[in-house]
């Protein structure tokens, strides 16, 4: 698809280094939009800025609009509505912990994407690939418990892992929507990809906010230049992500994308004043450690 096998990976990094600031940016918002406000910042704000992208695209390439098959939608449908409940899953999650440590439950969504291979699509588990879980197990087990008892409780730790879970499944909806368009054109199937399951997102939030609890949409709107700001950073992160499930597997890229692991600590640090204890550190090496062991037993 691409003269340059390891472009997914480039992609990929870009991807995790936006997220970041994105997902801070949200963060930052949640205290005064709510969890469901700050989450559709990313999809209300971001939207705009995937048409921009796709109008680029069209611009500057020969690459007609796609015409998807109804096997499509399904597809796209299933990752826009599960990662709307992983997002918010994320953001609740944060308010009970760190940022770094939120981001690194999150990060065992590589392990649970094998799990769900397995249960749903009949994948065998190898013994090396259940070693890798059980490293990242410990780890997650590793970072949440410490003396005298766990701090911000059980609860955001579930929403941590259901977070990781559910994000792992979107990703399969997104992925699976790009290659049923069977576009030699990866970055117009991507791009489209990208407009469509936003503008789901953007739709669905958006009707739910009006009806439901309008007081948060226009909370939303008044601030609107942060929410600019953390929409841009969505959408990049995403436009980077559809590229980079168009070239490689799932489990390749949210393998790899544990380079957010990294990026969160520094933005815990810089934004936030966050430290890391010694038990969170060592819980991350072996999270991180059991996603390598992941990739190498592929």
Request: net charge positive; hydrophobic share 60%.
């Amino acid at each position: 698809m691409t003269a340059y096998p390891w472009l997914w990976a480039v992609f990929t990094v870009i991807a995790a280094a936006a997220q970041t600031v994105r997902n801070a940016m949200q963060r930052e918002l949640t205290g005064g939009l709510g969890t469901v406000g700050a989450t559709h910042v990313r999809f209300l704000f971001g939207f705009p800025f995937s048409l921009v992208f796709l109008s680029v695209l069209l611009a500057t390439t020969d690459a007609p609009l796609p015409r998807p098959a109804l096997s499509f939608w399904p597809w796209v449908f299933a990752g826009a509505f599960i990662q709307m409940v992983a997002t918010a899953l994320m953001l609740a999650a944060m308010g009970g912990r760190s940022f770094v440590v939120t981001i690194a439950y999150t990060k065992t969504e590589p392990i649970q994407v094998a799990i769900f291979g397995l249960i749903f699509l009949g994948d065998a588990v190898t013994a090396p690939m259940m070693t890798a879980i059980c490293v990242a197990t410990v780890g997650v087990v590793v970072m949440s418990t410490k003396p005298g008892g766990m701090a911000g409780g059980m609860k955001p730790t579930l929403l941590g892992l259901a977070s990781g879970g559910t994000l792992a499944l979107a990703v399969i909806g997104f992925r699976g929507a790009i290659l049923d368009l069977h576009l030699s054109n990866y970055p117009m199937a991507a791009t489209y990809t990208l407009v469509i399951g936003l503008a789901i997102q953007a739709i669905t939030l958006s009707a739910y906010l009006w009806l439901r609890r309008p007081s948060v949409m226009f909370a939303l709107l008044r601030a609107w230049k942060p929410s600019m700001f953390a929409g841009f950073m969505g959408a990049v992160a995403s436009q980077f992500w559809f590229l980079a499930f168009a070239l490689a597997t799932a489990a390749s890229v949210r393998t790899l994308a544990l380079v957010e692991v990294l990026f969160a600590q520094l933005v815990a640090r810089i934004a936030f004043g966050q430290r890391t204890t010694v038990r969170e550190a060592i819980g991350m090496v072996l999270v991180v450690a059991g996603v390598v062991l992941l990739i190498l037993a592929y």
